[in-house]
């Protein structure tokens, strides 16, 4: 009867002790959820994170020094940016340079090879697609893409001046006196393309982009 008895009595603990256990080990499978939950959306975060900082655009910082290469074979002009500890970031924009070929003459309308500078620039400040003549604002905004347009000059201007006597400087073959420039254009349809006049035409909102990037100075070499 003593052994009947105990068994009653230890039932009741059993129960109580399930009932206690039970709640505890779902709230244990509830945290180990949560816990899976908030790891995952740590690493979508880091991911996220990792997206963001591979889509961060070079030469946002202001470098110790920059040059511009030009590679006409490309119809691309590349930005390069230095930064302390000798750090380099390129950044690349889509140019179009003459559709008459390479070369240094005055008057043959050509894109000219060699090392250059950055002498004046002009447009500071400038709306987008604000036309240009002599280098002076003229108050008109161009239509992007019309036929017929021609070789018009817009948004923001960069004078190259040639560094290399008897390839882009001096009498008849100076890339200054030819008036070769960086700028803007209202064909902006023809990027990537050989169409200018002689010139580096750029996309309008990166000719803004690179004039803001870069001063009176920069160094830019223009190769096949």
Same mark, same amino acid.
């Given at each position: 009867m003593r052994q009947k008895s105990r068994r009653t009595r230890?039932?009741?603990? *059993?129960?109580?002790?399930?009932? *206690?256990?039970?709640?505890?080990?779902?709230?244990?499978? #509830? @945290?180990?959820?949560?816990?899976? +939950? +908030?790891?995952?959306?740590?690493?979508?975060?880091?991911?996220?994170?990792?997206? =963001?900082?591979?889509?961060?655009?070079?030469? =946002?910082? =202001?470098?110790?020094?920059?040059?511009?290469?030009?590679?006409?074979?490309? +119809?691309?002009? /590349?930005? /390069?940016? !230095? /930064?302390v500890g000798g750090n380099e970031e390129k950044k690349i924009y889509p140019v179009s340079t003459s559709k008459y070929g390479i070369g240094s003459q005055a008057g043959? #309308?050509? =894109?000219?090879?060699?090392?250059?500078?950055?002498?004046?620039?002009?447009?500071?400040?400038?709306?987008?697609?604000?036309?240009? !003549?002599?280098?002076? @604002?003229?108050?008109?905004?161009?239509?992007?893409?019309?036929p017929g347009a021609g070789d018009l000059v817009t948004t923001r201007i960069m004078w190259l001046k040639g560094l290399e006597r008897g390839k882009n400087s001096g009498r008849g073959i100076d890339s200054y006196k030819r008036y070769i420039y960086i700028h803007g254009t209202a064909e902006e349809n023809k990027i990537s393309e050989i169409a200018s006049h002689g010139c580096i035409r750029m996309y309008n909102r990166d000719v803004i982009d690179l004039f803001g990037r870069v001063t009176e100075g920069v160094k830019v070499n223009i190769k096949e």
């Open positions: 230890i039932k009741p603990v *059993l129960w109580l002790s399930l009932l *206690l256990v039970i709640p505890m080990t779902f709230g244990l499978i #509830n @945290s180990t959820e949560v816990s899976a +939950q +908030q790891f995952q959306a740590v690493a979508q975060s880091g991911d996220k994170m990792n997206q =963001t900082s591979e889509q961060v655009q070079p030469c =946002t910082a =202001t470098p110790i020094d920059s040059r511009i290469e030009v590679d006409i074979s490309e +119809q691309q002009l /590349y930005l /390069y940016c !230095r /930064y043959s #309308n050509k =894109t000219p090879l060699g090392q250059h500078r950055i002498e004046k620039k002009f447009g500071e400040g400038a709306p987008e697609g604000m036309i240009f !003549r002599a280098r002076r @604002s003229t108050g008109k905004i161009a239509e992007m893409n019309v």
